[in-house]
């Protein structure tokens, strides 16, 4: 390999945040975002097609494909929905075709990889704002030009705070500005049903698009945007991560609709509710009882990977997240709660991490 690819790997070896493959077995999960304790779920036997054979535009449509995307858009208070093969591909394919050049995104600055990815592939310009900051976000919104576009996210995937989106939705009105937000780890934990931020505050007709994906709290795969009818078609045309690749097998379809349809889903939600609040009161933390999500930080990195092992020894299932994933002062061990999480566990686990510190924002 290049001598300047093994460099840049030395370098991470050096700074201790090489990253490697791993996997747990026989542990307490509180790493995953399988929140609601579907991904181990079999779905019931369906005869339709391993393979989707290509693109939705080509050969990998089907009567199921449709019918799930009619069945999400009501589902999650739309007027339509367009699946993507994953939640990357859909900020990507949003991001990289709807801002146009001379347009502005502004995004808050602790946003999804995939999105900044989105953006890096635009023509647009575009500036992040302090995370969660509205002063911060009037700021750019009143040095932006063209069409503005508000990126943010419903429960931030490494903080695990919430966008304070009414404000946000004020702002973005004032300013003319529309809206994309991201509920990967929103939806399915907030909102009647799972439903999401948008709809909980009832606020999702003043969002131009959101992001649902299924492979966190609804143990899927996939993810859909949902939006108008125009922007569907919109993306349908322009999206290459929606037109250039091959579609999600059907049966996946099926899933979808079969674990968002689940009688279950909202007493697992409330599980999942009265779990994280145990957690945040076993550690003395006080927020917003409602995020899976918790950072827990310490003074150095080589600390942070001697605690995990440690966790990991003690048969939790927990990893430690470096820069560049977050930045530098949010390293930390991410945890995350699940509907499935036993009271008794909640507490050895928090006994264990009992000497870290939160990160919040
Ligand atoms: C906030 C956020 N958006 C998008 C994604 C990507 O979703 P997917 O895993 O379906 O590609 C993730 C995944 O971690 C995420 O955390």
Known sequence: MDKKLIDRLTKRENEGTLRSLSFYTGMVDFFSNDYLGYASRATSVCDLQFSSTGSRLISGNSSIAEECERFLANRFVSNAALIFNSGYDANLGFFSSVPQKGDTVVYDAYVHASIRDGIRLSFASAFSFKHNDLEDLRLKLSRATGTLYIAVEGI?????????????????????????????????????????????????????????????????????????????????????????????????????????????????????????????????????????????????RKELRLISSLLNSAKFAAKPIFHPTVPVECEGIRVSMHAFNTADEIDSFAHQVSGLRPIQS
């Open 156 to 300: 931030y995937s490494m903080s695990g705070d919430q966008a304070p989106l009414l404000e946000i939705v004020r702002l973005a009105k004032e300013y003319g500005a529309y809206i994309y937000l991201d509920e990967a780890h929103s939806a399915g934990v907030l909102g009647e049903n799972g439903s999401g931020l948008a709809v909980e505050l009832g606020v999702e007709e003043m969002v131009f698009a959101r992001l649902v994906t299924f492979g966190k709290a609804f143990g899927a795969h996939g993810a859909c945007i949902l939006s108008s009818e125009n922007t569907r078609d919109y993306l349908i045309n322009f999206a290459h991560s929606f037109i250039y690749t091959t579609a999600l097998p059907p049966e996946q379809y099926m899933r979808i609709m079969e674990i968002l349809r689940d009688a279950d889903l909202e007493t697992r939600r409330m599980n999942l509710h009265k779990n994280c609040q145990l957690l945040n009161e076993k550690l003395g933390i006080e927020r917003d009882g409602n995020s899976p999500i918790l950072m827990l930080g310490t003074e150095n």
